[in-house]
């Protein structure tokens, strides 16, 4: 009996206890957080709280705005949660302007300032809302959670909300992260989709700013998007930044500078936010540092730059499902197309039955059927029947069999005396409902031109200043130790062979930024590259220390070592472009006794000529003798070198320093980017020694001279013209003077000499823009001006219209301004010139 009672209780345990708890209603609630609260779904876009919230102001909808204290207390009818998070959720749809129109402080997501108190804003429902959103005979609808109210099961959106709103919803064991799309977008894209052509997406914020979209892979799982917000240069000492991040605000924006700065990832005197109806953060920079070098650490090291992973999960017949942007888009078209059927045919039979009651109206009166109430029958169904027979002969004129209904409504319109002109009105209606359903049924039969002027209708109405807001550009890779600043001390104790921040008693070495990796020598002829850390052994006797450059082919060692197994001394010259970080490299063969008589860096592959002298002790007839660094090709450092001689030295001294052996560094100018490269990508500048100078023309007028510093950003919207500076070139421009409605041609030498500053060279003015830039010694210009038969065209020699003058000068006139002008200079075997029309 007791083992009975115990298994009974066993089995007890494993239905209501802890496992079964976990079986039934831990799933249970998982499912409804999915459900009914986290996830929207693919039919409307809408949450459960969102679609709770859009019905209710539509009960209280009147036209007028109402406290969203009292939309909060009508949506608590339908919503069994408090109103805390139907005031929340009522502000998100308020923020993004575009189902609810707003009165009062609805807070700022670009700030993070919170809305007003719920007593002191209003809302109501926008027109598009109205028109896109709420149509009762289509809408499905069910009891809400206390069987008192019906609300919508979902509401009959025809239009893509999901993707327009965007959505962020943490479930059970799930999450959704669907971005916003712009409005004007979505149309398009929907149009496309019903005409079976292909579409893209791309995500756009109310916030503004920049995105890379290489790896959206259409929202789905897995893909991911980078946003940046917008900074300007406004002087030398001075950025803005004139836009946030999706999802960041300017508090939070300025936090990650300061928190950077003090990590001593970029250098800042202040940060001011100086935002109001526009975003602008004001950075101060500190002396010296470059606004170049500090806009990429901005988007390195703060949250100028962030990634966002987006995970579109939505759901569809009551089950989640993860799918792309696409997939959703073409879910909300079929859906809006269905809709819109569903409507057409209600309307369709709307007018069928208006049709019908007027055509028997008009016989009714038409044809006397009227004046049977006048007969004295013995009871009212007789009477009925009396009219129902009259209709008989006209029966043929009608679409369908008239019902008990029909003659009793007819009974009920008030009788009077009838006019011809009554019956010239109900033919007037029947033939305009002749037209309208006519007119349904073409709808019908062509659906997809119907969906497609529903949606280009919304775009004429509601698309206005709804144009894209983030600017796609794809965004470069920012290297952080190309972008970080010196920040911290390096130290070296020679003599024991370590480096390091934290050897603060031992010599100071130099400053370099954290991330940066050190390569050093020591006497035996050891190197090492290591990464800066409080403290590292490199090996007894270290030479030399410097940040090292991964891929630099340029930077050369020249190198006189002696062999310590041969007592044979050589001669090297060699380039490190990549190591294993922390390997030890024997560069003098790696015996005990080897050792470096002497080691020089030459970023420009310098080759020296150095005096050697020998041991005074040794048999060698000459004991002082020169040594020419330049005799010798750079090969690898893994190589012996050439031998100097086979009895040991004394010292090394330089005698005389070298130039450099290697050929001109060759650049190119990415102008997606606006950068300078070494790595082939864009506009090949040419071959530049260490002092030549980059001319760059801007088609706002101005040029610059600048050096060739890689990190230096160019304005790439703006450059016209780019080539290695030759002070002696001329360079012949053309350009608009809007004002005077001319196009304007001038010829000047740069006379300017400060570097990375801009001088305007064309006449100040509004709008007035540069159209044509070459360096020719004789520049010839094809233009072509007028349309169809008015055609002019014609090659002018710029030399001859205009004299060589300061930069400053106007310029001499060269034609009448025309918008369908075009021009570009004629090539020319080795002249340079360039199109600027291929």
């Known amino acids: 009996m007791s083992a009975a009672k115990n298994k009974k209780a ?63 207390g009508q949506a608590m009818q339908y919503h069994p949660h408090g109103d805390a998070s139907i005031g929340d959720a009522l502000v998100n749809m308020g923020q993004k302007e575009l189902l609810i129109d707003t009165q009062g402080n609805w807070g700022d997501v670009r700030t993070g300032d919170d809305a007003a108190a719920a007593r002191y804003i209003e809302a109501r429902l926008s027109k598009f809302a109205l028109e896109v959103a709420f149509n009762a005979k289509t809408t499905n609808w069910q009891l809400s959670y206390d069987g008192r109210k019906n609300e919508p099961v979902s509401l009959p959106m025809k239009f893509p909300l999901l993707l327009a709103q965007g959505a962020d919803g943490i479930a059970v064991g799930l999450s959704t992260k669907i971005l916003p799309h712009n409005f004007c977008e979505l149309i398009e894209a929907a149009v496309k989709h019903l005409k079976g052509r292909k ?9 503004g700013g920049m995105i890379d979209v290489s790896d959206y892979n259409q929202g789905k799982r ?17 950025l803005a930044i004139r836009s946030v991040p999706y999802g960041v605000t300017t508090t939070q924006l300025m936090e990650s500078i300061v928190k950077a700065n003090d990590q001593g990832k970029i250098k800042i005197k202040k940060v001011t936010d100086n935002t109001a109806a526009d975003v602008e953060i004001q950075v101060d920079l500190a002396p010296g540092i470059s606004p170049d070098i500090t806009i990429d650490a ?38 809006t197309k269905d809709l819109l059927e569903q409507e057409l045919k209600i309307r369709l039979g709307e007018l069928q039955e208006k049709w019908h009651y007027t055509s028997l109206e008009k016989i009714f009166f038409e044809e006397k059927i009227y004046k049977e109430l006048e007969k004295k029958h013995a009871t009212w169904d007789k009477v009925l029947d009396a009219i129902d027979t009259a209709f008989v002969p006209f029966k043929k004129q009608l679409k369908r069999e008239i019902t008990r209904e029909d003659i009793i409504k007819l009974t009920e319109k008030p ?124 090996g007894k006797g270290i030479i030399h220390a410097a940040v090292f450059q991964k891929n630099d082919e340029r930077t050369t060692y020249n190198m006189i070592y002696m062999d310590g197994d041969s007592g044979k001394s050589f001669a090297k010259r060699f380039n490190v472009t990549g190591v294993t970080r922390d390997k030890e490299y024997n560069l003098a063969k790696g015996h005990d006794k080897s050792k470096v008589h002497y080691l020089t860096v030459n970023p420009n592959g310098e080759a020296e000529l150095v005096k050697i002298n020998l041991s005074s002790g040794c048999k060698a007839r000459i004991k002082e003798f020169d040594f020419n660094f330049a005799e010798l090709e750079i090969k690898g450092r893994g190589s012996m070198g050439n031998t100097v001689t086979k009895y040991p030295i004394r010292n090394v001294k330089l005698k005389e320093a070298g130039v450099s052996t290697i050929a001109g560094k060759k650049l190119w100018y990415d102008d997606q980017f606006g950068r300078l490269n070494t790595d082939e990508k864009g506009e090949y500048l040419g071959s530049f020694d260490e002092d030549d100078k980059i001319l760059v023309i801007y088609n706002d007028g101005y040029y610059e001279v600048t050096d060739q510093e890689l990190t230096q950003k160019l304005d790439a919207e703006k450059v016209i013209f780019i080539q290695k500076y030759n002070a002696e070139k001329v360079i012949s421009a053309v350009y608009v003077d809007i004002k005077a409605k001319q196009f304007m041609a001038k010829r000047f030498k740069v006379e300017t000499t400060t570097l990375k500053s801009r001088f305007l060279f064309i006449k100040e003015g509004k709008g007035n823009y540069v159209e044509a830039v070459t360096t020719d010694e004789e520049p010839i210009l094809a233009m072509q001006q007028g349309r169809g038969a008015q055609i002019r065209k014609g090659k002018l020699k710029i030399a001859k219209i205009a004299d060589i003058t300061g930069y400053r000068a106007v310029g001499s006139k060269l034609a009448d301004y025309s918008k369908s002008t075009e021009m570009e200079w004629i090539k020319k075997e080795g002249t340079g010139q360039q199109s600027l029309f291929e």
């Open 415 to 538: 009788v009077r005396r009838i006019y011809k002109l009554d019956i010239d009105e109900l033919n007037d209606q029947i033939k305009a409902l002749d037209a309208d359903i006519k007119q349904v049924k073409h709808d019908l039969n062509h659906l997809v031109d119907y969906a497609v002027d529903y949606y280009e209708t919304l775009f004429k109405k509601y698309g206005k200043g709804k144009e894209r807001r983030t600017d796609i550009k794809q965004f470069e890779i920012i290297e952080a130790k190309h972008v970080a600043i010196a920040n911290t001390k390096l130290y070296v104790n020679r003599e024991e062979g370590f480096i390091g921040t934290g050897l603060r008693k031992d010599e100071l070495l130099f400053e370099c930024s954290d991330l940066d990796d050190i390569i050093a020598f020591t006497k035996q002829g050891v190197m090492k590259v290591v990464k800066v850390s409080d403290k590292t052994f490199i």
């Open 199 to 207: 579409f893209e997406l791309y995500p756009d914020f109310l916030t």
């Open 222 to 238: 897995g893909g991911k998007v980078k946003v940046r917000a917008h900074i300007e240069e406004m002087d030398k000492k001075t």
């Open 298 to 335: 901005l988007y390195k090291f703060t949250d100028c730059e962030i990634s966002i992973s987006p995970n579109a999960c939505v759901i569809v017949d009551k089950k989640p499902e993860f799918l792309g942007v696409h997939d959703l888009l073409k879910i909300s078209v079929d859906r």
């Open 10 to 72: 066993e089995i007890q345990f494993n239905e209501t206890g802890l496992p079964g708890q976990y079986r039934t209603w831990f799933l249970d609630y998982a499912s409804y957080v999915i459900l009914e609260r986290a996830v929207p779904s693919a039919d409307d876009g809408l949450k459960p709280v969102q679609r709770r919230i859009l019905h209710a102001m539509k009960e209280m909808d009147d036209g007028r705005f109402n406290k969203v204290a009292n939309i909060i």
